[in-house]
């Protein structure tokens, strides 16, 4: 037994060896711990799923049924999907070489670091709403898929983009298969379908399809990758590909109960947010505490209340004056309502306090009195009170201190 265990813990050592110091890998010990934590998922979307079928068999045509259940099927999907996300970036690392298993590259950690903190959060909503008829969420819908990590203009490695696609496909299954379990229940009733629901079953239609072409451009894409015959850009079209394609599986797992997310320019209303007037903003003063509402939800995480964070966090309100001004208020509800309607989408945060999202936009908007084009990136710079916006913003892998 002794020189069983003695062998076992050199195979343990020169395997650690190979993955942090040959490959520069990081222990997966966290994310792991993080996916043993959601075995609840499946439990809890059974449950919802036995509700909607004793609506429908009570009588209540499916359309009023999934309404009845919008908010807890939109949040289980979205935790689920997150969930199959990870799972499949640790797959596919773990196929490419099995000596790392147990390991990850930086990025893909953090990248899926990223996704596990927002999966006990789609939870507590989701159970929250199961329980409650009342329910109305306190933020915006649809749900955007990340935050979404990227270390400057360095590639992902290619087995990043197998898991990207192994997710996508899968969550792919899922939004056709479930888009069909609607239309089935529709095309099943002896009543007359409103013409709204047979509108919203085609766009749900259209949008998949949308959603495949993007999964095909970004696989097409990654085969190259693998391969060795793309260049940097090429590279860099695969990822985003596969993310679009990923977020628009992950909407469309929503939309089926919620058609309030695919009608273009409208937004979904959010209880507790209201949008308003221009002319209506005023000065705000605010206490340091404050900052972290306008911080990005993995730096509230990963940040608040440790002694770098508190501590970037008072210098910047000190910097401000302790004032919100009203033009950020402004941004802040605009930016809010653009999310809401699709017109852009959280990728990042910025590594200096106040460590706020940075989003991308799908087409050109007005925000704030700025117009940023489509396709770029723009965040609050608080230290200017302005807009700050680009095709690309540099990345890093770390927070930082405000050198400004």
Same mark, same amino acid.
């Given at each position: $037994?002794?020189?069983?265990?003695?062998?076992?813990?050199?195979?343990?050592?020169?395997?650690?060896?190979?993955?942090?110091?040959?490959?520069?890998?990081?222990?997966?010990?966290?994310?792991?711990?993080?996916?043993?934590?959601?075995?609840?998922?499946?439990?809890?979307?059974?449950?919802?799923?036995?509700?909607?079928?004793?609506?429908?068999?009570?009588?209540?045509?499916?359309?009023? #049924?999934?309404?009845?259940?919008?908010?807890?099927?939109?949040?289980?999907?979205?935790?689920?999907?997150?969930?199959?996300?990870?799972?499949?970036?640790?797959?596919?690392?773990?196929?490419?070489?099995?000596?790392?298993? @147990?390991?990850?590259?930086?990025?893909?950690?953090?990248?899926?670091?990223?996704?596990?903190? %927002?999966?006990?959060?789609?939870?507590?909503?989701?159970?929250?709403?199961?329980?409650?008829?009342?329910?109305?969420?306190?933020?915006? $819908?649809?749900?955007?898929?990340?935050? /979404?990590?990227?270390?400057?203009? %360095?590639?992902?490695?290619?087995?990043?983009?197998?898991?990207?696609?192994? #997710?996508?496909?899968?969550?792919?299954?899922?939004?056709?298969?479930?888009?069909?379990?609607?239309?089935?229940?529709?095309?099943?009733?002896?009543?007359?379908?409103?013409?709204?629901?047979?509108? &919203?079953?085609?766009?749900?239609?259209?949008?998949?399809?949308?959603?495949?072409? %993007?999964?095909?451009?970004?696989?097409?894409?990654?085969?190259?990758?693998?391969?060795?015959?793309?260049?940097?850009?090429?590279?860099?079209?695969?990822?985003?590909?596969?993310?679009? #394609?990923?977020?628009?599986?992950?909407?469309?797992?929503?939309?089926?109960?919620?058609?309030?997310?695919? /009608?273009?320019?409208?937004? !979904?209303?959010?209880?507790?947010?209201?949008?308003? +007037?221009?002319?209506?903003?005023?000065?705000?003063?605010?206490?340091?505490?404050?900052?972290?509402?306008?911080?990005?939800?993995?730096?509230?995480?990963?940040?608040?209340?440790?002694?770098?964070?508190?501590?970037?966090?008072?210098?910047?309100?000190?910097?401000?004056?302790?004032?919100?001004?009203?033009?950020?208020? %402004?941004?802040?509800?605009?930016?809010? +309502?653009?999310? #809401?309607?699709?017109?852009?989408?959280?990728?990042?945060?910025?590594?200096?306090?106040?460590?706020?999202?940075?989003?991308?936009?799908?087409?050109?908007?007005?925000?704030? @009195? $700025?117009?940023?084009?489509?396709?770029?990136?723009?965040?609050?710079?608080? &230290?200017?009170?302005?807009?700050? !916006?680009?095709?690309?913003?540099?990345?890093?892998?770390?927070?930082?201190?405000?050198?400004?």
């Amino acid at each position: $037994m002794q020189a069983k265990s003695f062998l076992g813990e050199q195979r343990g050592a020169v395997r650690h060896f190979y993955a942090t110091v040959i490959r520069g890998e990081v222990s997966d010990a966290n994310i792991q711990g993080y996916l043993r934590a959601t075995s609840q998922i499946e439990e809890i979307w059974q449950q919802i799923d036995d509700r909607l079928a004793a609506l429908i068999a009570q009588g209540v045509t499916p359309w009023e #049924a999934y309404a009845q259940l919008r908010y807890p099927l939109a949040f289980i999907r979205a935790a689920r999907t997150l969930q199959v996300f990870v799972k499949e970036l640790l797959a596919a690392d773990a196929t490419f070489d099995p000596q790392t298993e @147990g390991y990850l590259p930086h990025i893909t950690y953090d990248q899926a670091n990223a996704l596990c903190q %927002q999966i006990q959060p789609a939870l507590h909503y989701t159970l929250a709403a199961l329980n409650d008829p009342a329910f109305v969420p306190d933020i915006p $819908m649809p749900l955007v898929l990340g935050p /979404r990590v990227e270390y400057g203009e %360095q590639p992902c490695p290619v087995t990043h983009l197998q898991g990207m696609i192994g #997710a996508a496909r899968e969550v792919r299954e899922w939004a056709a298969g479930l888009i069909a379990q609607y239309t089935n229940a529709v095309n099943g009733v002896t009543v007359a379908v409103p013409e709204e629901i047979s509108t &919203h079953i085609k766009a749900l239609q259209g949008r998949l399809a949308q959603a495949d072409s %993007q999964l095909r451009f970004g696989t097409d894409f990654a085969g190259q990758v693998s391969q060795g015959q793309a260049t940097p850009e090429m590279h860099m079209q695969a990822e985003n590909s596969l993310w679009d #394609a990923l977020q628009s599986y992950f909407l469309l797992n929503q939309a089926v109960a919620l058609p309030e997310v695919l /009608r273009p320019g409208q937004p !979904f209303p959010a209880v507790n947010h209201q949008v308003t +007037a221009p002319g209506f903003y005023q000065d705000m003063r605010i206490s340091p505490d404050d900052l972290w509402r306008v911080a990005a939800p993995t730096a509230r995480s990963e940040l608040r209340g440790t002694e770098f964070g508190t501590s970037e966090m008072r210098e910047m309100w000190q910097k401000m004056g302790g004032i919100l001004t009203a033009r950020v208020q %402004q941004y802040l509800n605009e930016v809010e +309502a653009a999310v #809401a309607r699709g017109d852009a989408y959280p990728i990042a945060a910025m590594a200096n306090c106040p460590f706020e999202p940075i989003y991308r936009t799908r087409r050109p908007l007005d925000i704030a @009195g $700025m117009t940023v084009p489509a396709d770029d990136e723009f965040h609050w710079n608080f &230290h200017h009170d302005d807009i700050e !916006f680009t095709r690309r913003f540099g990345r890093t892998g770390s927070w930082q201190e405000c050198t400004e």
